[in-house]
């Protein structure tokens, strides 16, 4: 018997959509999760005082995230209650039981973390951060392994998206972390001396400089999904259509790739504009807008084409 028939269907595969919102948004804040993290662990390896305000920052706001994002995974379960079962009932060949170990391990490594940052006790700080790297990396790379592994689905069965995962991640983290050491310098900005405010503008051009690369990166990622979607099978095809002349054109032709990577990267060109406050805002805003309408097209509109 042909295996694509038990695929295909019709009522289930066109309707059934087992990955709702509240996936996609905590793929988002995971995403920006493990890019504040890395960030500031990043930070806190350069040993530099005027790296400290940012370390923080990345620190407590992975803490906050880490705080609200499980609460959306176990609320998409079917009985959110047994969500304990994910750490009784093992199957090591799941992406989810290690995922929810990751998850647990990632966030006991960022509140120990967090807590020798805002001690300032640095070598501490520097031991937990070099061993919450790669637990942050695998807490949320392994989202992308599992829509990976998902054969079905024309849209994420390809072996870009943990990688795409990481670069979004890492796009987004360093969105918030501009914005918040915007509003860092201005709120201290008056008891600091000149050489410091310079130092820490510094410090946001690195940022800024560091953020464009990993746009482009990031849409380099994607213009090799297109290419794939490009040339595979029927359902990639399909995907493709609908990502450029379908039901989610705007969203991702003009949301996700106009307003959210060509127009910031259009804007923080110009080494002087880039460094205007109210330019950085504005592309920060518009990218995480951007990559959080990128997690919604993969998680839904991944749902979109009958399976194969």
């Not at 295909?8 to 959509?17: K, R, V």
């Not at 009784?88 to 990632?106: E, I, K, R």
């Amino acid at each position: 018997m042909d295996t694509n028939i038990l695929y295909n269907l019709p009522e289930f595969a066109n309707s059934a959509m087992p990955l709702g919102w509240p996936i996609a948004i905590y793929f988002f804040l995971t995403g920006s999760l493990a890019g504040l993290f890395i960030t500031s662990v990043i930070a806190t390896l350069l040993k530099k005082e005027e790296w400290q305000p940012v370390a923080k920052l990345g620190a407590v706001g992975a803490v906050i995230l880490l705080l609200s994002a499980p609460v959306l995974l176990i609320v998409d379960l079917n009985q959110p209650l047994r969500f304990w079962h994910l750490f009784v009932y093992l199957n090591p060949t799941s992406p989810l039981t290690w995922g929810s170990f990751f998850l647990a391990l990632d966030g006991l490594v960022c509140i120990v973390y967090a807590y020798f940052v805002l001690q300032g006790n640095w070598k501490m700080a520097r031991y937990w951060g070099l061993f919450g790297m790669p637990v942050a990396i695998a807490g949320h790379g392994y989202t992308g392994f599992f829509l990976a592994l998902s054969k079905a689905r024309a849209f994420w069965n390809t072996a870009l998206n943990p990688a795409l995962f990481m670069i979004s991640a890492m796009v987004s983290g360093l969105a918030v972390l501009i914005v918040l050491s915007n509003l860092w310098l201005r709120r201290y900005a008056p008891e600091m001396s000149e050489e410091q405010i310079a130092r820490h503008k510094g410090v946001i051009g690195t940022l800024l400089r560091l953020f464009i690369i990993f746009i482009i990166a990031d849409l380099f990622l994607i213009g090799s999904d297109l290419t794939v979607l490009a040339s595979s099978d029927v359902e990639s095809y399909h995907m493709l259509k609908l990502l450029t002349t379908g039901e989610y054109a705007f969203w991702f032709l003009g949301v996700e790739l106009l307003l959210g990577a060509f127009l910031p990267l259009g804007l923080l060109a110009h080494p002087q504009t880039r460094m205007i406050p109210a330019v950085q805002y504005a592309s920060a805003a518009l990218v995480i807008i951007g990559i959080f309408v990128m997690r919604v097209i993969i998680v839904i509109g991944g749902q979109s084409v009958p399976m194969s």
